[in-house]
């Protein structure tokens, strides 16, 4: 077992001041400090690499679902990271671990907290862009399971260039549905379009979603998965067709006003059309992990399930990569390599 006499310095991000409005760098800070030996049960990890993920903001209010970070307190993330010290008999040293790191260089937690990674010759971005809990699973049980997404179906998908957006338009194609994806901007629909395999994206930046939803899709839609909520969410309401799903996975568009969030008005739809809408968290399915870990691993494998990723240098820039992804400032999966 490695020598605790010797502990490295851990930098670390604290929440300064709760953001009015979408994070700021301003609202955070980077402190630098001894990283604390492990207890028993618990393991010292160097953090490799962190996602970025909208649920991130959640917690920055005073209240969350997700918990509140206190002001003072370490930034909450999910990433990969090596075991360096191990008091647990889960673990031992060298083991690439996976789970909620927090936004630092190094973590000591209780090892029930961590995965190991059960393919550590899969790299750390690859394993949090496709095959992470809050990607790649995300994706596959809110299409698949809450979805249904049936061959020669109409999907719809909003934050379409985003890391849950892309997985679920893969997996949408994969079961022979016709997809639709909505980005902010020229270079996100192209790469939707090119790199993705959408049939189809919308430019909500630069054109009217109503209209393209109903030249791509003039009979409606079967499926819209909803990344952003807002007046998109209103927009596909209007575009459904009879037994639609709409799946509520996120809501960024909300996020920075929590207090005074813009429900949907046109939810009557649901009844004309005898559709339903439905929310979920990934959590919901924990007992499936493993099965769908399988069916993504090998879709990657063989090359049918891809992502671009946007990788920021850095735990000093975590407040950057945090702040770029309310601003639109990345396309794929936003991560920070520690």
Not at 76 to 102: A, C, H, N, Q
Not at 115 to 130: H, L, R, S, W, Y
Not at 223 to 235: H, K, Q, T, Y
Not at 255 to 268: E, F, M, Q
Request: hydrophobic share 40%; net charge negative; glycine share 10%.
């Amino acid at each position: 077992m490695s020598n605790i006499s010797n502990l490295p310095n851990s930098k670390k991000v604290i929440l300064k001041t709760r953001p009015d409005g979408d994070p700021h760098e301003d609202n955070f800070e980077i402190i630098e400090e001894q990283a604390k030996a492990p207890d028993d049960e618990e393991i010292l990890i160097e953090v490799q690499a962190l996602g970025i993920g909208a649920w991130i903001r959640t917690t920055l209010n005073e209240k969350a679902f997700h918990g509140a970070t206190p002001i003072g307190g370490t930034l909450p993330s999910m990433g990969i990271g090596k075991v360096i010290i191990s008091k647990s008999k889960k673990f031992s040293e060298g083991d690439i671990v996976t789970g909620p790191l927090m936004a630092q260089s190094y973590t000591t937690m209780p090892a029930d907290f961590f995965t190991k990674v059960a393919n550590p010759e899969i790299d750390p971005f690859t394993q949090i862009g496709i095959l992470g809990v809050s990607t790649g699973l995300t994706a596959y049980f809110g299409i698949y399971d809450v979805g249904q997404v049936k061959e020669g179906e109409i999907v719809l998908v909003s934050g379409a260039a985003g890391g849950v957006g892309m997985i679920v338009c893969q997996l949408a194609k994969l079961k022979g549905a016709k997809v639709i994806g909505i980005a902010g901007g020229k270079e996100k629909c192209e790469v939707l379009v090119n790199e993705v395999g959408v049939d189809t994206s919308i430019d909500y930046k630069s054109e009217n979603i109503d209209e393209k939803i109903k030249e791509y899709a003039p009979d409606g839609i079967d499926i819209f998965f909803d990344n952003v909520g807002g007046e998109i969410l209103d927009i596909a309401l209007d575009n459904i067709r009879d037994r639609a799903r709409v799946v509520i996975c996120g809501a960024i568009s909300q996020y920075s006003h929590h207090d005074a969030v813009d429900g949907p008005s046109l939810y009557l739809r649901l009844a004309e059309k005898y559709s339903r809408m439905e929310g979920f968290t990934v959590m919901h399915f924990e007992e499936h992990y493993e099965k769908a870990y399988i069916e993504l691993l090998e879709l990657y494998r063989l090359g049918k399930l891809k992502a671009p990723f946007h990788i920021e240098e850095g735990i000093d820039n975590f407040p950057l990569a945090l702040q770029k992804l309310f601003t639109g400032g990345n396309t794929g999966k936003l991560m920070v390599k520690v």
